[in-house]
């Protein structure tokens, strides 16, 4: 092959259309979307493809997640139809960043082009629905259009046909597909089921849950039940009327609306000289335009060119000098053209390289940025801007140089020239990459490159990259390895572009023989050499990265004694976990397939259909996009739409608000402030019981992020651009200085008081407790930070005015109730003028509470003050600003134990900080004692100090104060467990609650009878199933063989008491024997509505008509209405599903005692009687067929407890910090779960929620208390290669349960807490790993206490496993000891 290259230069341009080179210069802009077909003729060129499909047409599948890139939310299938070939090209975009203008001539398929309602649905709907695979339904779009993507691409292929009803697509390849995909409900393994159905080599037996069949089942039979898939009728090809229009056109690109598409570059040069362009007009070169997702534009652009289909800009050149790609061909583009080239190289060497710098690139962004991003855009952002690129770090290792057309001017300069001149200006292009090929017969070409990120595949800037080329030779007699030349690069590391590390080039091509020494030197001068700008985070940990990457190069190279030639060949293969080859493979094999799980359910018929694993209500329309949200309602006629603008102040007087003088004029319609509430109302944003928050500030801003004003315009693009470009000018003189720590709230005694029937009890006497100890640890500190909801549906709203003062809104949110109340005080209106609906809510996790009320309040207020309809849909940075999330806290704890690790006393000072008001804070202390009691600590005492700050007020999530509660426990028990030299486990075991101990710490009524106290069986059965001993064995056999990778396993239980509230139903039957239902609660994904069908089937079920019923099919479910179903309370605690089943089952009860008189009596006359005829007489003789009921459990039935435990292990990168989790299992007790299906997908969803807390999000502020990580670029959620690589669940079905709804228990936020058995285990591993730091420097390797802190992100694991720990090994080594 390389003798082709040699004779024969292949050039050729990539899929370019023909038609495209004599574009047409005033056309209309014509495409297709799932086969309509728009033309249009004035479009303004900012516009987005998500725009135009969401704003002016019905497919409203594409959801506005972040509008950056980050979440896969937004996805279409762009395909362009090139008639020279007649080839299509079918790849996912982001529809967020994609721009309309460019997308002439091309089809756009949206999941409702897949199927429908109408249509029939597509086999992916299905499966995704059969897989329980869609919970609140918001991601699942962007879902299948990933999966669907993958599946086009993989039909193309010439792989062997696949059995029948599967694809040609691989296991691998489809969990690939959902890697960018952000899903922040499900933790992601039933998604992956539902991919991998449709894979040619996958084993159903290792496809999760399902509807389709019952584990255990015949293979064939189960196959047969998969909804059938057909690549001829199930892939829509693209539209025949557009391919013709394609053909016959010469162009369907628009040129208009200041849109350009120059096909050469003369054109390209006539433009740029165009009069005009060089008068000052704003023009803007685009390629896919994803760089907006990281540098947003608040700004608008005169004009754009699009560079695409200029010849030069597209090219692939491949000859026996390297490989040219054009600066216009996208990144995936690139992969594929590296690899292949890459496979016709028959040096293995320069082969090699070009497979490293694919293999890279595939961990850059995601599928859908790849596809469209380009090679040059991606230089050109780093030359101008500095973007932490990967791309550049590994071509300019390998040598890489640019062609560059400034003027008329050609210039081929190395990219190293390139980054170093001044950032290219507006009207220099870069036109095309050359990699060279790298080959030396005298010696070995080494290539590998590195990068260090919170996300391995999903998504993720790293914290630092490297690539390193060297040139080596090894002497034949003594087999030392030199260095001939080489390349060391380093980028991402918050400093400038990527740099040429000179220094250590120099020192390692010295003349010297790799030896420790030299590797010694060498990682002090990588060191100095990765300085990160002031104000990077991590800048110590960044540089131990660079020490690890030269390490984990040269080491292998030191280490061996083989010859060269057989040991650099398997050089690419080094482990540093060599030593133990069979856990290598085991975990080579799980990696292989990402994600696997095996699930344990048992299914209970005695109520059913309640208790059966029934997919999850309307998942299939949310599949399909049908699903309505709020954003997803139509506006109405004069709709104006706002945008919040906030403080960056902590404490600071507003004299005025000015927008800056680029917003256009008629931009603003209105700024809605305290000012405008209406005469009578009140300043209302939210409110509970437990206090108020104001709606907007007054003259003062209380926290950086405090509602100062609603701009109102236009449209949500006008209205954003209009926040973002508003300055307040403030004044804070003679004003105190605002609280920004727990601690500046304690000097100046800033607290919310805690209600006394708030206060948690106090058990035992603390003083008498530690009297008893041994041993004491006192005064020990940790903290905690917050968390993000990180919902994919941002909070929403709609206010629409009515007649006579009235107001209809609908919103996103999670207590109707409440705000109904709000809105009504605020507008001072009587309730009965307000009206709140909520259909279904995009993902809550209690952000949907409290801190949805201001976001619908303030829509309400801008529409009674312009009497036109208002709606927002805040951006992702704003929601992440306003938010609040999670109770950050600093605790300080004192424990006495004996020497047995039987604790006897523990006592906790916590400093709360809950922010600016109250919201749900006073109950957070007791929340966080509900889940420490999860021990028997003997005595219990503590002081709870919820402190009042000028921070956005801090509101419930998720299990709030419970998994801090649970954390702190875990804390203790490993602080005393290290203290007494003994295994956390050992420790967890002698304190695990006997039922006596049980019933003192929670009291009677919350223990209920001592068989419901499932916990210790749970506890054994768990060290069993999880193989828990041998694991532990396993473990440390692995640690004692490795030095560089570490692993631990942990176990892990939790006690979680919840509170059952009143709650309303109603349920009526309509003449055809079709049931609508509703209920307080809203449905957030967590499967209410599935829940409550079932119960309504089961009890109307009860009447016993003959024949079949099918009621589940006849029941829906319809959305809350504040004014039909009053005091619907808060969804909200984990029992509103149970209570919301209570209650209809309530009702269900009322219209069984009515009819139950009617069909005795059409029984005596008929013989039979259906549930239809029952219905049609029960209306003809005036039956009332209408029931509602207010569920109000006793109050000794009203608090309960839960139980469950997990086992997790995991493997630490003792060099990078990296935490993979092996492997999880978690047995949680449902009681008899009211739908195991239901249940199961809320324990491994919050499960990988708690992953999160644990692990990677870092919801951090400036030092003015404004949030700083405030979007997908800086908030890490788990994606799929974040989870833990097999993760088995078994909901237990625990029986009978007196005063339990049907015996049933609640699932929605205790499995959170499991979670903590990750940050458990890996405080294990890197305990291993400073044992053997402190062996190497010779001490006593008795490790002291430490603390790890939560999130245990890279830096801080590499932290405590040393910074230095490579310093310290080669120290150990050269020392000879
Ligand atoms: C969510 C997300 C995650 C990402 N993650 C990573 C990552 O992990 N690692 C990494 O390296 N990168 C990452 N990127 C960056 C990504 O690779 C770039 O956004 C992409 O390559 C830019 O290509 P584009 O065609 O979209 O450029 P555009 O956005 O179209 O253009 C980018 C800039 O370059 C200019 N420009 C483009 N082409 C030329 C040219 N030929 N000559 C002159 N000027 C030109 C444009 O005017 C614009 O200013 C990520 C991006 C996103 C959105
Ligand atoms: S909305 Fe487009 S990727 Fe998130
Ligand atoms: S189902 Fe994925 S975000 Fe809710």
Same mark, same amino acid.
């Given at each position: 092959?390389?003798?082709?290259?040699?004779?024969?230069?292949?050039?050729?341009?990539?899929?370019?259309?023909?038609?495209?080179?004599?574009?047409?210069?005033?056309?209309?802009?014509?495409?297709?979307? %799932?086969?309509?077909?728009?033309?249009?003729?004035?479009?303004?060129?900012?516009?987005?493809?998500?725009? $135009?499909?969401?704003?002016?047409?019905?497919?409203?599948?594409?959801?506005?997640?972040?509008?950056?890139?980050?979440?896969?939310?937004?996805?279409?299938?762009?395909?362009?139809?090139?008639?020279?070939?007649?080839?299509?090209? @079918?790849?996912?975009?982001?529809?967020?960043?994609?721009?309309?203008?460019?997308?002439?001539?091309?089809?756009?398929?949206?999941?409702?082009?897949?199927?429908?309602?109408?249509?029939?649905?597509?086999?992916?709907?299905?499966?995704?629905?059969?897989?329980?695979?869609?919970?609140?339904? $918001?991601?699942?779009?962007?879902?299948?259009?990933?999966?669907?993507?993958?599946?086009?691409?993989?039909?193309?292929?010439?792989?062997?046909?696949?059995?029948?009803?599967?694809?040609?697509?691989?296991?691998?390849?489809?969990? *690939?597909?959902?890697?960018?995909?952000?899903?922040?409900?499900?933790?992601?393994?039933? !998604?992956?089921?539902?991919?991998? &159905?449709?894979?040619?080599?996958?084993?159903?037996?290792?496809?999760?849950?399902?509807?389709?069949?019952?584990?255990?089942?015949?293979?064939?039979?189960?196959?047969?039940?998969?909804?059938?898939? @057909?690549?001829?009728?199930?892939?829509?090809?693209?539209? +025949?009327?557009?391919? +013709?229009?394609?053909?016959?056109?010469?162009?369907?690109?628009?040129?208009?609306?200041?849109?350009?598409?120059?096909?050469?570059?003369?054109?390209?040069?006539?433009?740029?000289?165009?009069?005009?362009?060089?008068?000052?007009?704003?023009?803007?070169?685009?390629?896919?335009?994803?760089?907006?997702?990281?540098?947003?534009?608040?700004?608008?652009?005169?004009?754009?060119?699009?560079?695409?289909?200029?010849?030069?800009?597209?090219?692939?050149?491949?000859?026996?000098?390297?490989?040219?790609?054009?600066?216009?061909?996208?990144?995936?583009?690139?992969?594929?053209?590296?690899?292949? $080239?890459?496979?016709?190289?028959?040096?293995?060497?320069?082969?090699?390289?070009?497979?490293?710098?694919?293999?890279?690139?595939?961990?850059?962004?995601?599928?859908?940025?790849?596809?469209?991003?380009?090679?040059?855009?991606?230089?050109?952002?780093?030359?101008?801007?500095?973007?932490?690129?990967?791309?550049?770090?590994?071509?300019?290792?390998?040598?890489?140089?640019?062609?560059?057309?400034?003027?008329?001017?050609?210039?081929?300069?190395?990219?190293?020239?390139?980054?170093?001149?001044?950032?290219?200006?507006?009207?220099?292009?870069?036109?095309?990459?050359?990699?060279?090929?790298?080959?030396?017969?005298? =010696?070995?070409?080494?290539?590998?490159?590195?990068?260090?990120?919170?996300?391995?595949?999903?998504?993720?800037?790293?914290?630092?990259?490297?690539?390193?080329?060297?040139?080596?030779?090894?002497?034949? &007699?003594?087999?030392?390895?030199?260095?001939?030349?080489?390349?060391?690069?380093?980028?991402?590391?918050?400093?400038?572009?990527?740099?040429?590390?000179?220094?250590?080039?120099?020192?390692?091509?010295?003349?010297?023989?790799?030896?420790?020494?030299?590797?010694? +030197?060498?990682?002090?001068?990588?060191?100095?050499?990765?300085?990160?700008?002031?104000?990077?985070?991590?800048?110590?940990?960044?540089?131990?990265?660079?020490?690890?990457?030269?390490?984990?190069?040269?080491?292998?190279?030191?280490?061996?004694?083989?010859?060269?030639?057989?040991?650099?060949?398997?050089?690419?293969?080094?482990?540093?976990?060599?030593?133990?080859?069979? @856990?290598?493979?085991?975990?080579?094999?799980?990696?292989?397939?990402?994600?696997?799980?095996?699930?344990?359910?048992?299914?209970?018929?005695?109520?059913?259909?309640?208790?059966?694993?029934?997919?999850? &209500?309307?998942?299939?329309?949310?599949?399909?996009?049908?699903?309505?949200?709020?954003?997803?309602?139509?506006?109405?006629?004069?709709?104006?739409?706002?945008?919040?603008?906030?403080?960056?102040?902590?404490?600071?007087?507003?004299?005025?608000?000015?927008?800056?003088? *680029?917003?256009?004029?008629?931009?603003?319609?209105?700024?809605?402030?305290?000012?405008?509430?209406?005469?009578?109302?009140?300043?209302?944003? =939210?409110?509970?019981?437990?206090?108020?928050?104001?709606?907007?500030?007054?003259?003062?801003?209380?926290?950086?992020?405090?509602?100062?004003?609603?701009?109102?315009?236009?449209?949500?693009?006008?209205?954003?651009?209009?926040?973002?470009?508003?300055?307040?000018?403030? @004044?804070?003189?003679?004003?105190?200085?605002?609280?920004?720590?727990?601690?500046?709230?304690?000097?100046?005694?800033?607290?919310? +008081?805690?209600?006394?029937?708030?206060?948690?009890?106090?058990?035992?006497?603390?003083?008498?407790?530690?009297?008893?100890?041994?041993?004491?640890?006192?005064?020990?500190?940790?903290?905690?930070?917050?968390?993000?909801?990180?919902?994919?549906?941002?909070?929403?709203?709609?206010?629409?005015?009515?007649?006579? %003062?009235?107001?209809?809104?609908?919103?996103?949110?999670?207590?109707?109730?409440?705000?109904?109340?709000?809105?009504?005080?605020?507008?001072?209106?009587?309730?009965?003028?307000?009206?709140?609906?909520?259909?279904?809510?995009?993902?809550?996790?209690?952000?949907?509470?409290?801190?949805?009320?201001?976001?619908?309040?303030?829509?309400?207020?801008?529409?009674?003050?312009?009497?036109?309809?208002?709606?927002?849909?805040?951006?992702?940075?704003?929601?992440?600003?306003?938010?609040? /999330?999670?109770?950050?806290?600093?605790?300080?704890?004192?424990?006495?134990?004996?020497?047995?690790?039987?604790?006897?006393?523990?006592?906790?000072?916590?400093?709360?900080?809950?922010?600016?008001?109250?919201?749900?804070?006073?109950?957070?202390?007791?929340? !966080?004692? /509900?889940?420490?009691?999860?021990?028997?600590?003997?005595?219990?005492?503590?002081?709870?100090?919820?402190?009042?700050?000028?921070?956005?007020?801090?509101?419930?999530?998720?299990?709030? /104060?419970?998994?801090?509660?649970?954390?702190?426990?875990?804390?203790? !028990?490993?602080?005393?467990?290290?203290?007494?030299?003994?295994?956390?486990?050992?420790?967890?075991?002698?304190?695990?609650?006997?039922?006596?101990?049980?019933?003192?710490?929670?009291?009677?009524?919350?223990?209920?009878?001592?068989?419901?106290?499932?916990?210790?069986?749970?506890?054994?059965?768990?060290?069993?199933?999880?193989?828990?001993?041998?694991?532990?064995?396993?473990?440390?056999?692995?640690?004692?063989?490795?030095?560089?990778?570490?692993?631990?396993?942990?176990?892990?239980?939790?006690?979680?008491?919840?509170?059952?509230?009143?709650?309303?139903?109603?349920?009526?039957?309509?003449?055809?024997?079709?049931?609508?239902?509703?209920?307080?609660?809203?449905?957030?994904?967590?499967?209410?509505?599935?829940?409550?069908?079932?119960?309504?089937?089961?009890?109307?079920?009860? !009447?016993?008509?003959?024949?079949?019923?099918?009621?589940?099919?006849?029941? *829906?479910?319809?959305?809350?209405?504040?004014?039909?179903?009053?005091?619907?309370?808060?969804?909200?605690?984990?029992?509103?599903?149970?209570?919301?089943?209570?209650?209809?089952?309530?009702?269900?009860?009322?219209?069984?005692?009515?009819?139950?008189?009617?069909?005795?009596?059409?029984?005596?006359?008929?013989?039979?009687?259906?549930?239809?005829?029952?219905?049609?007489?029960?209306?003809?003789?005036?039956?009332?067929?209408?029931?509602?009921?207010?569920?109000?459990?006793?109050?000794?039935?009203?608090?309960?407890?839960?139980?469950?435990?997990?086992?997790?292990?995991?493997?630490?990168?003792?060099?990078?910090?990296?935490?993979?989790?092996?492997?999880?299992?978690?047995?949680?007790?449902?009681?008899?779960?009211?739908?195991?299906?239901?249940?199961?997908?809320?324990?491994?969803?919050?499960?990988?929620?708690?992953?999160?807390?644990?692990?990677?999000?870092?919801?951090?502020? %400036?030092?003015?208390?404004?949030?700083?990580?405030?979007?997908?670029?800086?908030?890490?959620?788990?994606?799929?290669?974040?989870?833990? *690589?097999?993760?088995?669940?078994?909901?237990?079905?625990?029986?009978?349960?007196?005063?339990?709804?049907? &015996?049933?228990?609640?699932?929605?936020?205790?499995?959170?807490?499991?979670?903590?058995?990750?940050?458990?285990?890996?405080?294990?591993?890197?305990?291993?790993?400073?044992?053997?730091?402190?062996?190497?420097?010779?001490?006593?390797?008795?490790?002291?206490?430490?603390?790890?802190?939560?999130?245990?992100?890279?830096?801080?694991?590499?932290?405590?496993?040393?910074?230095?720990?490579?310093?310290?090994?080669?120290?150990?080594?050269?020392?000879?000891?």
């Amino acid at each position: 092959m390389l003798e082709l290259l040699k004779s024969q230069q292949l050039q050729f341009f990539l899929l370019l259309p023909a038609w495209l080179s004599n574009m047409s210069r005033d056309r209309n802009l014509v495409f297709a979307v %799932n086969g309509q077909r728009f033309e249009l003729s004035d479009v303004d060129p900012s516009t987005t493809v998500l725009e $135009f499909l969401r704003l002016h047409t019905g497919f409203k599948s594409v959801k506005l997640g972040c509008g950056e890139g980050g979440c896969g939310a937004c996805l279409v299938l762009l395909s362009r139809y090139d008639p020279a070939s007649d080839r299509v090209e @079918d790849y996912t975009v982001s529809s967020c960043l994609t721009l309309l203008c460019g997308i002439g001539g091309c089809s756009i398929t949206t999941t409702e082009g897949l199927g429908n309602t109408k249509d029939g649905f597509h086999p992916i709907h299905k499966r995704f629905s059969g897989f329980h695979a869609s919970q609140c339904g $918001f991601c699942t779009p962007g879902m299948c259009i990933s999966l669907y993507g993958a599946l086009v691409n993989a039909e193309k292929t010439d792989r062997p046909e696949p059995t029948k009803g599967f694809s040609k697509l691989t296991v691998s390849e489809a969990e *690939r597909a959902i890697s960018g995909n952000l899903c922040r409900c499900t933790g992601y393994r039933p !998604i992956a089921d539902a991919c991998k &159905s449709f894979a040619a080599d996958v084993d159903i037996e290792d496809l999760g849950l399902n509807t389709f069949w019952r584990k255990g089942e015949d293979k064939e039979a189960s196959l047969s039940r998969l909804p059938p898939y @057909d690549q001829n009728t199930d892939i829509r090809g693209f539209p +025949e009327f557009l391919k +013709e229009e394609v053909k016959a056109s010469d162009g369907l690109g628009v040129e208009k609306c200041n849109w350009y598409s120059p096909v050469t570059l003369d054109e390209l040069q006539c433009l740029f000289g165009q009069d005009g362009m060089d008068k000052g007009h704003r023009v803007k070169l685009v390629v896919g335009n994803t760089s907006v997702g990281y540098y947003k534009e608040n700004q608008r652009w005169d004009r754009y060119i699009d560079l695409r289909h200029i010849p030069e800009l597209q090219v692939i050149t491949k000859d026996k000098t390297g490989i040219e790609i054009g600066a216009a061909v996208t990144i995936t583009k690139s992969i594929k053209e590296l690899r292949d $080239f890459s496979e016709c190289l028959p040096n293995l060497d320069s082969g090699n390289i070009f497979r490293r710098l694919a293999d890279h690139a595939e961990k850059v962004a995601s599928w859908h940025i790849r596809n469209s991003g380009s090679l040059g855009g991606n230089l050109v952002m780093a030359q101008r801007e500095k973007f932490p690129s990967d791309i550049v770090t590994v071509l300019l290792a390998a040598g890489s140089s640019v062609h560059i057309l400034a003027g008329s001017k050609h210039e081929i300069v190395t990219l190293d020239e390139f980054l170093k001149r001044p950032p290219l200006d507006s009207k220099s292009l870069l036109l095309s990459v050359k990699i060279p090929i790298w080959e030396s017969r005298s =010696s070995k070409i080494l290539f590998e490159t590195y990068r260090a990120a919170p996300r391995p595949l999903g998504n993720a800037l790293p914290y630092l990259n490297a690539a390193f080329l060297a040139e080596v030779s090894q002497c034949d &007699s003594s087999k030392v390895i030199h260095i001939k030349s080489c390349r060391m690069v380093f980028g991402a590391h918050g400093h400038e572009h990527a740099v040429r590390a000179r220094r250590l080039e120099e020192v390692l091509v010295g003349g010297r023989a790799l030896s420790l020494s030299l590797l010694r +030197e060498a990682i002090e001068v990588a060191k100095e050499t990765v300085v990160p700008e002031d104000g990077i985070s991590s800048p110590d940990y960044r540089r131990s990265l660079a020490a690890a990457f030269v390490f984990k190069f040269l080491v292998p190279l030191i280490e061996s004694t083989a010859p060269m030639t057989k040991y650099l060949d398997g050089y690419a293969n080094y482990s540093l976990a060599k030593d133990i080859k069979q @856990d290598r493979k085991q975990l080579e094999d799980v990696a292989a397939q990402l994600s696997y799980g095996k699930q344990v359910i048992e299914v209970d018929k005695q109520y059913s259909p309640v208790g059966e694993p029934v997919k999850k &209500s309307l998942s299939t329309i949310q599949a399909s996009g049908e699903a309505v949200y709020v954003d997803d309602i139509p506006s109405p006629t004069n709709c104006l739409y706002g945008a919040f603008i906030y403080s960056t102040k902590p404490l600071a007087r507003v004299k005025g608000i000015r927008f800056s003088p *680029r917003l256009p004029k008629d931009a603003v319609i209105s700024v809605v402030s305290f000012l405008d509430i209406p005469a009578g109302g009140e300043n209302l944003g =939210s409110r509970t019981v437990l206090g108020n928050e104001a709606l907007f500030s007054d003259e003062l801003a209380h926290c950086a992020g405090d509602r100062v004003a609603f701009v109102v315009a236009e449209s949500q693009k006008n209205a954003d651009l209009a926040a973002e470009a508003a300055l307040i000018d403030y @004044d804070t003189e003679d004003l105190e200085p605002p609280i920004l720590s727990v601690e500046d709230a304690v000097e100046r005694s800033s607290f919310f +008081e805690v209600p006394s029937f708030l206060q948690p009890k106090q058990v035992g006497n603390f003083s008498e407790g530690m009297a008893e100890a041994d041993h004491k640890i006192l005064s020990a500190r940790i903290q905690l930070g917050s968390q993000y909801y990180f919902y994919l549906e941002n909070q929403s709203a709609l206010a629409i005015p009515d007649e006579d %003062n009235c107001m209809v809104i609908y919103s996103s949110m999670q207590c109707p109730e409440f705000l109904h109340g709000t809105v009504a005080r605020c507008l001072g209106v009587p309730e009965h003028n307000i009206r709140v609906i909520t259909r279904r809510v995009g993902g809550g996790f209690g952000g949907k509470s409290m801190r949805s009320m201001p976001v619908a309040t303030a829509c309400a207020v801008a529409a009674q003050k312009l009497n036109r309809p208002v709606r927002t849909y805040l951006n992702r940075k704003t929601d992440m600003i306003l938010a609040g /999330g999670r109770h950050p806290m600093k605790i300080t704890y004192s424990v006495g134990f004996k020497s047995n690790g039987k604790i006897t006393a523990l006592h906790l000072d916590v400093l709360i900080n809950a922010g600016l008001s109250a919201d749900i804070s006073p109950i957070v202390p007791q929340n !966080i004692v /509900g889940a420490l009691k999860k021990y028997n600590w003997g005595s219990l005492s503590f002081e709870f100090k919820v402190c009042k700050t000028n921070h956005t007020s801090k509101s419930a999530m998720r299990a709030p /104060g419970e998994v801090q509660g649970s954390f702190i426990a875990e804390v203790v !028990i490993e602080h005393v467990a290290s203290a007494l030299l003994m295994e956390p486990d050992a420790i967890r075991n002698v304190n695990i609650h006997t039922y006596d101990s049980l019933s003192l710490f929670y009291g009677s009524n919350a223990a209920g009878a001592p068989k419901d106290y499932t916990g210790p069986s749970i506890w054994s059965k768990l060290d069993s199933s999880s193989d828990l001993a041998r694991r532990a064995e396993e473990v440390k056999e692995f640690n004692i063989h490795n030095k560089w990778i570490k692993r631990g396993i942990s176990r892990v239980p939790v006690v979680y008491e919840v509170t059952v509230r009143p709650t309303p139903g109603k349920v009526s039957v309509l003449s055809d024997g079709s049931v609508v239902v509703e209920v307080g609660g809203t449905e957030l994904g967590q499967g209410l509505w599935t829940k409550v069908k079932q119960m309504v089937a089961f009890g109307l079920g009860l !009447i016993q008509c003959d024949g079949p019923m099918e009621l589940l099919e006849k029941v *829906r479910v319809v959305q809350t209405d504040t004014l039909s179903v009053i005091q619907g309370g808060w969804t909200a605690g984990s029992t509103t599903s149970e209570a919301n089943c209570q209650a209809v089952k309530l009702c269900c009860d009322t219209l069984v005692e009515r009819l139950r008189p009617l069909r005795d009596s059409l029984r005596e006359q008929m013989g039979s009687v259906t549930w239809e005829v029952l219905i049609e007489q029960a209306y003809l003789q005036f039956v009332s067929l209408s029931a509602s009921a207010f569920y109000c459990p006793e109050s000794i039935l009203m608090r309960y407890l839960n139980y469950g435990a997990a086992v997790s292990e995991v493997e630490i990168d003792v060099l990078t910090g990296e935490t993979t989790i092996l492997r999880s299992d978690i047995i949680y007790d449902c009681g008899k779960s009211l739908n195991p299906a239901v249940d199961l997908g809320q324990i491994e969803g919050a499960f990988v929620q708690g992953i999160g807390f644990f692990m990677l999000e870092e919801y951090t502020t %400036n030092s003015e208390g404004l949030v700083n990580t405030n979007g997908t670029w800086t908030y890490k959620i788990p994606t799929l290669d974040t989870i833990p *690589r097999v993760f088995n669940v078994e909901v237990l079905n625990s029986g009978h349960h007196k005063g339990r709804v049907l &015996s049933s228990k609640a699932s929605g936020e205790p499995p959170l807490l499991l979670a903590a058995s990750v940050h458990c285990a890996t405080r294990t591993a890197i305990k291993e790993a400073r044992r053997q730091l402190l062996s190497w420097s010779g001490m006593d390797t008795t490790d002291s206490p430490f603390q790890l802190d939560v999130p245990a992100t890279l830096p801080i694991v590499k932290g405590l496993c040393g910074l230095d720990s490579i310093e310290g090994y080669l120290h150990w080594r050269m020392s000879g000891k």
